[in-house]
């Protein structure tokens, strides 16, 4: 039951993905965006990391998708996107695809990641206790950090979407 | 079907993180770029977490709380840049935006 639950999970989260590169609506875009980070959450599940699951959905799905889908409305870009490439960028298109296909392969065919034994490895499970024992202690100059950064990000928001007086934007 | 093994994870993180770079190199709306980085991004906590759970550790999952603390605020400014480039430009398509000046 487990393995059908990760396949199925998987499945959903790479097709999504595709969807959201193939598709020409950013409108659409998003929706699978959001239908894949659905996919990886379950993911999370599956390796039994429940509060992270449930962070990214409330995170990922709950803020960032619902800011994206309410820039491309607030934008209201035209459809048109323009197609066809130049020849560098065909070339390093063409370089990136040989080299992700060699890495993939080369990892499909003998990648051999160092794992303890699962049955002596216990599933950490889903005890709050743990993440706020080692963001306390560890971590706690990071956590800090990333007050911080929260904190710069939100003043940098502020300024870049300021009307400056004096500045020539296009009405 | 085998048990589902720190490969597998792996695998799909790997794949999924392929699918994000070529949206990033083949997309030309700055909106749909950015939201394949973000896929990019979630393609390696799925690795962290995959790392963890099969290592019994709980540093990749505690790094998790990071890299969505990050995303969320890379995600706050990336937008905002965009917004005020709108302005200014009328357009966010990648190919009409290729100089630094005016």
């Given at each position: 039951m487990a393995n059908f639950l990760f396949y199925a999970f998987a499945l959903f989260t790479l097709a999504t993905a595709a969807g959201v590169v193939a598709s020409k609506n950013a409108v659409n875009a998003a929706m699978c965006l959001l239908l894949s980070l659905v996919g990886v959450a379950g993911l999370f599940v599956a390796l039994n990391a429940y509060l992270l699951a449930f962070l990214l959905l409330l995170v990922y799905a709950g803020a960032i998708v619902a800011l994206f889908l309410f820039i491309v409305m607030l934008l209201d870009m035209k459809e048109t996107e323009s197609r066809g490439f130049g020849k560098l960028s065909l070339a390093a298109i063409i370089l990136a695809a040989g080299l992700l296909v060699t890495g993939l392969s080369t990892f499909a065919t003998r990648g051999r990641l160092p794992v303890g034994d699962p049955a002596l490895?216990?599933?950490?499970?889903?005890?709050i206790k743990l993440y706020a024992y080692q963001l306390f202690t560890t971590y706690l100059l990071p956590v800090q950090v990333m007050g911080f950064l929260l904190l710069i990000a939100m003043l940098g928001v502020i300024v870049l979407s300021k009307r400056w007086e004096g500045s020539d934007d296009v009405k | 079907m085998t048990s589902a093994t720190l490969d597998h994870y792996v695998l799909i993180s790997a794949l999924l993180f392929a699918i994000g770079f070529f949206g990033v190199l083949l997309r030309r709306n700055t909106l749909v770029v950015f939201m394949c980085l973000e896929l990019m991004l979630v393609a390696s906590t799925l690795a962290l977490v995959a790392f963890s759970r099969f290592n019994g550790t709980m540093d990749g999952n505690v790094f998790v709380f990071f890299i969505l603390t990050v995303a969320a605020a890379e995600v706050a400014v990336g937008l905002a840049i965009i917004v005020a480039l709108f302005r200014k430009r009328q357009t966010i398509q990648l190919n009409e935006l290729n100089s630094l000046k005016n």
């Open positions: 490895t216990p599933a950490l499970g889903p005890d | -």
